[in-house]
């Protein structure tokens, strides 16, 4: 039984593939169908996996793609920051980084959301992803400030609510090396 | 040449800035993590704006504005995950982070 994202992810790719190659004759769209469908048959196992449950209400996908909107822009918008920081970094005479790495345990449960998370972690300024092992993040971070939107849980958040999880408590972070006291 | 070229022409020369910058940091920069910081963010942010400023050029019709968008997201997705594989690499390796004073 083909089920409908299977035929979604086949119309997909040959849309994508008839965008690219823009030659549209019998020769190109059967190539165009031929590598859709082997492609197709070799992921579509791993794509009803990872992307879990299909959400059941008309209600649920409207709030998912919602969540998912509000995700990119907010991604796209801490890209530019990013970048405008580690060239800062990189062109300051005395590179005032003060790196660290740091662990933590996330309540996203599904391997999708850990991976945009994973991702999303790598995009905003001065931190980064370095190992994920099962619900434990190993991260970079430039500056220990960086930290801030992973400490308050505020970044899980917006992954989070894209797969309709519930919001998180801020987790237990470890440093390492450890953060020294500073005086107040 | 228009209003509308000039901003794709500035978006552009910003890009390649920031693709300067990215290269500069891998020089620069103490160590593997630092370094992999810059590819990940200074490299993203600079396709973003050179593929971005080329968008506004008058020759992009509809069909090369979809590839360059397609190069736009498949950047995005796939810097940060490169990046990571490099990092975690190292990691199981065993290597230690740069750190503003020996600890």
């Known amino acids: 039984m083909i089920s409908a994202r299977t035929l979604a992810l086949f119309f997909v790719l040959l849309a ?17 169908v031929a590598s859709a469908a082997l492609v197709t048959a070799l992921t579509h196992d791993m794509v009803e996996r990872e992307l879990g449950d299909r959400p059941s209400t008309v209600r649920a996908v409207a709030l998912k793609t919602w969540w998912f909107a509000v995700y990119t822009v907010w991604l796209f ?13 990189v062109v300051h005479p005395r590179m005032p980084i003060d790196p660290h ?9 599904s391997p999708i959301a850990r991976t945009i998370f994973a991702n999303s972690i790598t995009l905003v300024p001065g931190t980064m992803s370095v190992t994920v092992e099962g619900d434990e993040f190993c991260v970079h971070t430039m500056v220990p400030a960086s930290a801030a939107d992973l400490i308050s849980a505020r970044m899980q958040n917006h992954v989070g609510r894209v797969f309709l999880e519930p919001p998180q408590p801020p987790p237990e972070i470890v440093w390492e090396p450890a953060l020294k006291e500073t005086a107040p | 040449m228009s209003a509308l070229t000039a901003v794709g022409a500035a978006l552009v020369s910003v890009g390649v800035a920031f693709l300067a910058v990215s290269a500069v940091g891998l020089l620069r920069l103490p160590d593997l993590y630092t370094r992999a910081h810059g590819v990940a963010k200074a490299e993203t942010l600079g396709l973003i704006l050179v ?7 008058p020759q992009v019709d509809f069909a090369v504005a979809v ?12 810097n940060p995950t490169a990046v990571h594989a490099i990092a975690r ?15």
């Open chain 2, 89 to 103: 690499a190292a990691r199981r390796e065993g290597l230690g982070v740069w750190t503003r004073e020996p600890s």
């Open chain 2, 67 to 78: 590839r360059l968008v397609a190069v736009i997201f498949f950047s995005v997705v796939a």
């Open chain 1, 16 to 32: 994508f593939w008839l965008l690219l190659s823009g030659q549209y004759n019998a020769l190109f769209i059967g190539m165009g």
């Open chain 1, 77 to 89: 918008a801490r890209i530019l920051p990013a970048g405008v920081q580690v060239a800062w970094f």
């Open chain 1, 101 to 109: 790495m740091l662990r933590f345990r996330t309540q996203l449960s």
């Open chain 2, 51 to 57: 593929f971005g400023g080329l968008l506004l050029f």
